[in-house]
Protein backbone atom coordinates (compact mmCIF):
# COMPACT_ATOMS: atom_id res chain seq x y z
CA UNK A 1 0.00 0.00 0.00
CA UNK A 2 0.90 3.71 -0.56
CA UNK A 3 -0.05 7.22 0.97
CA UNK A 4 -1.30 9.37 -1.85
CA UNK A 5 -2.90 12.82 -1.78
CA UNK A 6 -6.27 11.35 -1.87
CA UNK A 7 -5.40 8.70 1.00
CA UNK A 8 -4.73 5.09 1.02
CA UNK A 9 -3.97 3.41 -2.41
CA UNK A 10 -3.37 -0.58 -3.28
CA UNK A 11 -0.64 -2.03 -5.47
CA UNK A 12 -1.96 -3.89 -8.32
CA UNK A 13 -0.78 -6.99 -8.25
CA UNK A 14 -1.45 -9.45 -11.20
CA UNK A 15 -2.63 -12.41 -8.68
CA UNK A 16 -5.43 -15.19 -10.12
CA UNK A 17 -7.60 -17.21 -7.76
CA UNK A 18 -8.15 -20.81 -8.18
CA UNK A 19 -10.64 -23.10 -6.57
CA UNK A 20 -9.51 -26.44 -5.71
CA UNK A 21 -12.09 -29.02 -4.36
CA UNK A 22 -10.41 -32.11 -2.91
CA UNK A 23 -13.02 -35.97 -2.92
CA UNK A 24 -10.93 -37.10 -0.57
CA UNK A 25 -11.81 -35.34 2.99
CA UNK A 26 -8.13 -36.30 4.51
CA UNK A 27 -6.54 -34.69 1.22
CA UNK A 28 -6.84 -31.37 3.89
CA UNK A 29 -5.23 -32.58 6.91
CA UNK A 30 -2.72 -34.12 4.99
CA UNK A 31 -2.10 -30.76 3.46
CA UNK A 32 -2.32 -29.15 6.86
CA UNK A 33 0.06 -31.66 8.56
CA UNK A 34 2.80 -31.19 5.84
CA UNK A 35 2.79 -27.34 5.72
CA UNK A 36 3.16 -27.06 9.00
CA UNK A 37 5.90 -29.21 9.46
CA UNK A 38 7.55 -27.08 7.05
CA UNK A 39 6.37 -23.99 9.17
CA UNK A 40 4.35 -22.57 6.11
CA UNK A 41 0.61 -21.58 5.91
CA UNK A 42 -1.67 -24.33 3.62
CA UNK A 43 -1.49 -21.37 0.47
CA UNK A 44 1.69 -21.20 0.49
CA UNK A 45 2.53 -24.66 0.54
CA UNK A 46 -0.37 -24.88 -2.44
CA UNK A 47 1.45 -22.79 -4.02
CA UNK A 48 4.91 -24.62 -3.86
CA UNK A 49 3.50 -27.77 -4.80
CA UNK A 50 2.23 -26.34 -7.65
CA UNK A 51 5.32 -24.36 -8.69
CA UNK A 52 7.18 -27.89 -7.99
CA UNK A 53 4.90 -30.23 -9.65
CA UNK A 54 4.48 -27.91 -13.13
CA UNK A 55 8.67 -27.90 -13.06
CA UNK A 56 8.78 -31.46 -12.43
CA UNK A 57 5.57 -31.91 -15.60
CA UNK A 58 7.90 -29.38 -17.56
CA UNK A 59 11.27 -30.81 -16.97
CA UNK A 60 10.42 -34.59 -17.28
CA UNK A 61 7.18 -35.49 -18.39
CA UNK A 62 6.14 -33.11 -21.63
CA UNK A 63 10.16 -33.84 -23.31
CA UNK A 64 8.82 -37.63 -24.03
CA UNK A 65 5.67 -36.21 -25.99
CA UNK A 66 8.15 -35.27 -28.43
CA UNK A 67 8.31 -39.35 -29.33
CA UNK A 68 5.50 -40.10 -31.55
CA UNK A 69 4.97 -43.85 -29.99
CA UNK A 70 4.31 -42.24 -26.78
CA UNK A 71 2.30 -39.51 -27.88
CA UNK A 72 0.43 -42.64 -30.06
CA UNK A 73 0.01 -44.43 -26.68
CA UNK A 74 -1.67 -41.59 -24.73
CA UNK A 75 -4.47 -40.80 -27.68
CA UNK A 76 -5.58 -44.34 -27.06
Known amino acids: ?3 G ?3 VQM ?3 NTH ?3 LRF ?4 TIDRL ?3 A ?3 NMNRS ?3 RRCVVRGLEHTETHELPLLEHRAIRNALAR
Open 1 to 3: MTR
Open 5 to 7: STG
Open 11 to 13: KKT
Open 17 to 19: AVV
Open 23 to 26: YDPN
Open 32 to 34: DNA
Open 36 to 38: HSL
Open 44 to 46: AYI
